[in-house]
């Protein structure tokens, strides 16, 4: 059986994906080989396959550990005790903040996607529209209520904002003029004017 852990604890796993989200942000999916994870993480090609069935299972996991995080939040805020224009706007901003804390992940991601699996494709496709799904019946919420315009499709304002957090990985860049927070706060803000009656 593998160990578990390294020296300092680190968990396998967790050295392989740290270990295959560097390599495939720098060199891409495609370019990147097993031999070159397992050598970087300092492990054997047993111990990966003991913890991932292939290199396609790597970067579904870079992507999913992200998208699980961001729904675990989303569901926080949505079912918060808050004014739906709050809990949209705390979600709206979350999703960029998260985003840009894993720009890597979300880079290999969108530049990788098309080699997965057709099964991990479609599994990838419903974890993420569940995501969308709870973020639509937030604004849906807000468009009973009469908080926010029927003017625009809910799918729409959903799309529109992903459109704009799906594209950080091209232009953020760590240390640039504006924090995380502050990119975050732009584009809730812009949001929800486009929201509003």
């Known amino acids: 059986m593998p160990r578990t852990t390294d020296g300092d604890g680190t968990p396998v796993p967790q050295r392989l994906l740290n270990a295959a989200t560097r390599l495939f942000a720098e060199q891409g999916y495609d370019r990147t080989s097993v031999q070159e994870i397992v050598e970087a993480a300092g492990v054997t090609k047993g111990a990966l396959y003991h913890y991932f069935g292939s290199k396609d299972d790597l970067l579904h996991e870079v992507y999913a550990r ?22 949209v ?41 569940r995501y969308h799904e709870r973020f639509r019946a937030l604004i849906e919420e807000g468009q009973r209520e009469g908080v926010f315009s029927m ?39 812009l949001l929800l004017r486009a929201l509003r009656p």
Do not use: C
Request: no cysteine; charged share 30%.
């Open 66 to 87: 992200v998208l699980r995080v961001q729904q675990e939040r989303l569901d926080a805020f949505a079912d918060a005790d808050e004014p739906v224009e709050k809990r």
């Open 89 to 129: 706007r705390d979600a709206a901003a979350d999703v960029v903040v998260t985003t840009i804390e894993n720009l890597d992940d979300a880079m290999i991601f969108f530049r990788s996607m098309h080699h997965l699996s057709p099964e991990k494709n479609k599994q990838v496709r419903a974890e993420r529209r």
């Open 151 to 189: 003017a625009t499709p809910a799918d729409l304002v959903v799309d529109y904002h992903f459109g704009s957090v799906h594209h950080l990985s091209t232009w953020y860049r760590p240390g640039g003029p504006l924090t995380p927070q502050q990119v975050a706060d732009h584009l809730a803000d």
